[in-house]
């Protein structure tokens, strides 16, 4: 009975060896309103200053992105498409650059279904504006017409810092992945300055490093239809979680929903899906990638899965159907009652 | 000398060490922070005093292009009704964990409910 009253000891101690520990929980958890996006940031362990830093650095880089990349206000994008348009040589300004050389690879491997080079779609469709347009959509004739000299991105030449057009109805519109470009700097900047714990949650999609104290960053995923939180994960030490929905600007006209994610192949809101999320390292990678799957559907995404090397897919079909890769079956877990009904493709 | 197998100071070990373990399970476990206590509204970038989510009331909030209407009760909020034309915030609907948070970005207003433990860190969406 010895051991028993050894035990005992132990007992006693643990209390105190407990609140010795984690008392002082050091979450630092800030929302920013930027230009345009709500910013939800969490830091783990971060000293004071570089909670201080870290929300400059935040504020700094989407405001930057916002003012270069701006598809319908003046600013150094607007510029670069009219010289686009006109198509001779010129110097591309250096903030853009990287954006259109990642633009040309992630156009490549998506097989065309993520192309930032129809922004004159976009904008036929009424979504270039601040406010959401009413309707009508565009006629079946002005579709047709762009449709018949469809830009992408081989249409744009470099030679160095200098860039020309070769179609003149080519205009950028960097919307599908200018958020995840602008998270991947964000977490650049925030390892520069020693922060080794954070979720940046750029309207609702994010990039997260290390880890919320002793446990792994948990994420929800919200219901494309409906309310709250479809399903649950527990996130790596460095992952991204990017969602395309049909639900995050759209409008309804003589009751049929036409919302922004565009299908090249028929210059109309993709149809098929709901919203596609993607777990991958990089934010702009996970950010294209959700677009292109998204416009590829339940019938196309695995091929366009395995042409861009995203291995961890969970597309949601416009009747509520779950399709997954097994990658992202493997961690996923449903938080609805009900749990949906899911089909894994054989194949990563 | 016989000696019974378990002794009075026995029994009291094993008496205080379940009383401990009664102790340990109240104050790690069930605590563990699945509804959220107080609500964090931030309107273009300032944070109101915090409101508890225990008392049932609606709010109506100003913000950058007009007033946005919240209704909290049983330990949980959502937008009501706000000026927006998406309707994204309304759509989000209930919030009732630590750390959830829903946002009406042209009315520049931000809900988040308070709590370290919440269910999620942060919701992609």
């Not at chain 1, 979680?241 to 409008?251: K, P």
């Not at chain 1, 196309?300 to 861009?308: E, H, I, L, N, S």
């Not at chain 2, 109240?26 to 989510?53: C, F, K, M, N, Y």
Request: aromatic letters at 6%.
């Amino acid at each position: 009975m010895k051991m028993l009253r050894r035990s005992l000891l132990l007992l006693l101690l643990l209390p105190g060896l407990i609140s010795c520990g984690g008392s002082q929980p050091s979450l630092h958890r800030a929302q920013l309103l930027s230009l345009g996006t709500l910013v939800d940031v969490s830091l783990w362990g971060a000293s004071p200053r570089q909670i201080t830093e870290a929300e400059r650095i935040i504020q700094e880089e989407l405001d930057r992105i916002h003012t270069t990349l701006h598809a319908w206000q003046p600013g150094p994008l607007m510029e670069v498409n009219r010289r686009l348009a006109e198509g001779s040589w010129f110097h591309c300004p250096p903030e853009i650059l990287p954006l259109i050389e990642q633009g040309k690879r992630l156009y490549r491997s998506s097989g065309g279904l993520f192309n930032p080079a129809m922004g004159r779609l976009v904008g036929l469709w009424g979504f270039h504006s601040d406010d959401l347009p009413g309707g009508p959509p565009p006629s079946a004739d002005e579709i047709d017409r762009f449709l018949a000299n469809l830009p992408g991105m081989e249409a744009i030449e470099i030679k160095g810092e200098q860039i020309r057009g070769t179609n003149p109805a080519l205009q950028l519109d960097f919307g599908a992945f200018a958020k995840g470009y602008a998270v991947d700097r964000i977490i650049e900047r925030l390892r520069s300055i020693g922060i080794r714990n954070a979720i940046v949650n750029a309207g609702g999609d994010l990039r997260a490093i290390g880890r919320h104290g002793e446990r792994a960053w948990r994420i929800g995923i919200r219901q494309p239809r409906g309310e709250g939180v479809l399903a649950s994960l527990e996130l790596g030490e460095d992952e991204s979680v990017f969602t395309s929905g049909d639900y995050e600007r759209f409008y309804i006209y003589q009751g049929k929903r036409y919302h922004h994610i565009l299908d090249p192949r028929t210059g109309a809101p993709a149809r098929g899906a709901s919203s596609v999320t993607v777990v991958h390292r990089e934010a702009a990678e996970a950010d294209a990638a959700a677009t292109a799957l998204f416009v590829a559907g339940p019938q196309g995404w695995q091929d366009v899965a395995r042409r861009m090397g995203i291995e961890q897919v969970m597309l949601v079909d416009d009747k509520g159907n779950v399709w997954m890769t097994p990658a992202m079956a493997a961690r996923i877990r449903f938080e609805t009652a009900q749990k949906p009904r899911v089909t894994i493709s054989e194949q990563p | 000398m016989n000696t019974p197998l378990v002794t009075r100071g026995d029994w009291l070990v094993l008496g205080a060490s379940l009383l401990l373990l009664a102790w340990l399970y109240a104050t790690l476990w069930s605590s563990g922070g699945e509804t959220g206590g107080q609500l964090h509204i931030l309107v273009d970038g300032r944070e109101l005093p915090p409101i508890s989510l225990q008392q049932e009331r609606t709010l109506a909030i100003d913000g950058s292009i007009g007033t946005s209407t919240l209704r909290i009760e049983n330990g949980r909020v959502r937008f009501l009704s706000s000026p927006c034309p998406g309707q994204q915030c309304v759509h989000t609907g209930w919030l009732s964990h630590g750390g959830e948070f829903a946002a009406c970005l042209p009315n520049r207003i931000a809900l988040q409910i308070g709590g370290d433990e919440g269910r999620f860190d942060t919701i992609n969406f």
